[in-house]
């Protein structure tokens, strides 16, 4: 069975070290920035008086902020590096547009800080998934679309016709964003949509950045890291192509769930309650398909963060669909339970298949042994650890929550106090992911000196002389 230190480097993984190390490192910082933003809210939910006197770090900025540094700076970072990646290895070249990559990202990044600093000087636009202020969205724009194009080069140079799972999804995932990110640009900010309809727009972006950019991203290397460390092919892979397009065409009409019991038609919430029953085909394919990384808690502690990820992805997938019930809705759709679920899908499948990419890509790209490969393994138990406590935490404080609600004899101050022990435990899991997302940056900063040294040194080393 390999492993990230024995990887093979071929010479389309070490042509882009550069941009991809870029890309890579900026997502584990602002990793640790949303954690650290993340743990200070949870914090404030259960302490309102915490940090109460510092006007940047009110509740709202806070919430806005870490939501803008995990979306666009690590998940945002870490998808463009593995597709990027993918692509390249896949289709067999190397990438090309490097000077292209390599700006785009720098941009991007910069684009990302200035605007999660804008979000604490109060120019946040309250709308979900969209919080940083227009000015800063079209550098982030064409940033992207400066990252994607050598994505695209890979995909229409590719050395074969023929084409993998992987491929699709990460192809899926680098056309998609753009049309949401314009789209959304558009119809919230440049020329609103007013009333009812801008709920719903907001919504189908929000919906869509994880569903049709993010997850593609995070199944791409599932499908890809399976086979290759399990040496296991695609139990019924003649289905892979249609699990593909179920969560393309029904995952994109699933953003009206969020809107159960709100003012919209109600047809837009029927369509997305059906649309999330037709989505579990997606995930039975996926299921059924990966059974050798779904069920590999012995193997290496990269299949291990892969096992976590498939688990949390498909668990996530029933949980949608149990709670966009009437009944169960009724009692969960408003409490921290919702809160919960995006933690089990964005912390637990999308952020776990995405470490276990790198994991994998971080040796190659580098041409270097992981330094510490214990600390892979202290990096799954913490992280795991982490995201279980906080997302159950987070599950009893909603369910208590919903219940405390449901009692029309108790105010808010009751309310409130039936959702503390639970919104404590998630605390503590918050300072655990802490910890791991610190494990995780230290390590891929590591690797890339030690690389740098091994370079240095072997430049230095005199040829052997002739006998």
């Known amino acids: 069975m390999s492993s990230p230190s024995q990887a093979i480097v071929s010479e389309s993984d070490k042509t882009a070290r550069v941009p991809l190390v870029l890309l890579l490192v900026s997502a584990f910082g602002w990793l640790i920035v949303s954690t650290v933003l ?20 009110t509740h709202g900025r806070v919430d806005a902020m870490q939501e803008s540094a995990f979306i666009y700076g ?121 009333g009812i309809t801008h709920a719903i727009v907001a919504n189908w972006f929000g919906q869509n950045v994880i569903t049709l950019w993010l997850l593609p991203v995070a199944v791409a290397a599932a499908y890809y890291l399976v086979p290759k460390l399990t040496g296991r092919a695609a139990a019924h892979y003649e289905f892979a192509k249609l699990g593909f397009w179920s969560l393309i065409v029904f995952g994109a009409w699933t953003g009206g769930r969020h809107l159960i019991g709100g003012p919209a038609p109600v047809w837009v ?56 019930t009437h009944a169960v809705s009724q009692l969960l759709h408003f409490t921290y339970f919702s809160v919960a679920q995006s933690k089990l899908l964005l912390g637990g499948a999308f952020s776990f298949l995405i470490f276990a990419a790198v994991y994998e890509m971080g040796p190659r790209i580098s041409g270097a042994k992981w330094p510490a490969p214990g600390l892979i393994g202290t990096h799954f138990v913490v992280a795991a650890s982490g995201t279980l406590v906080t997302v159950l935490g987070l599950a009893f404080a909603g369910w208590s929550q919903g219940h405390a609600q449901a009692e029309t004899a108790n105010n808010f101050a009751a309310v409130a106090a039936a959702a503390k022990p639970g919104l404590l435990i998630a605390t503590a899991g918050e300072a655990i992911l802490l910890g791991a997302a610190i494990i995780a940056f230290f390590h891929l900063v590591r690797l890339q000196l030690e690389s740098f040294s091994t370079a240095s040194s072997s430049r230095e080393t005199p040829a052997p002389s002739a006998p």
């Open 269 to 324: 919430s029927t369509v997305a309650v059906v649309a999330l029953y037709l989505l579990l085909f997606h995930y039975l394919v996926v299921a059924i398909n990966l059974p050798a990384g779904l069920f590999a808690w012995n193997g290496s502690a990269t299949l291990r963060f892969v096992a976590f990820g498939l688990t949390a992805y498909l668990v996530n997938g029933l949980a949608d669909v149990i709670t966009s």
């Open 38 to 57: 993340s743990l200070i809210g949870t914090i404030q939910l259960h302490t309102p008086t915490f940090l109460a006197s510092c006007v940047a770090f």
């Open 74 to 194: 690590w998940a945002g970072n870490a998808a463009f590096a593995v597709s990027l990646w993918l692509l390249s290895v896949l289709g067999g070249t190397p990438l090309r547009g490097l000077g292209l990559l390599t700006t785009g990202a720098a941009f991007w990044n910069l684009g990302v800080t200035a605007g999660v600093v804008s979000i604490a000087a109060g120019e946040a636009t309250s709308i979900p998934f969209l919080q940083m202020p227009g000015y800063i969205q079209p550098l982030l724009f064409v940033a992207a679309g400066a990252i994607t194009t050598p994505a695209v080069l890979a995909w229409t140079g590719r050395s074969s016709d023929s084409t993998y799972a992987s491929q699709w999804y990460a192809v899926a995932a680098i056309f998609l964003f753009p049309w949401l990110f314009s789209a959304a640009q558009v119809m919230l900010l440049a020329a609103p949509v007013h």
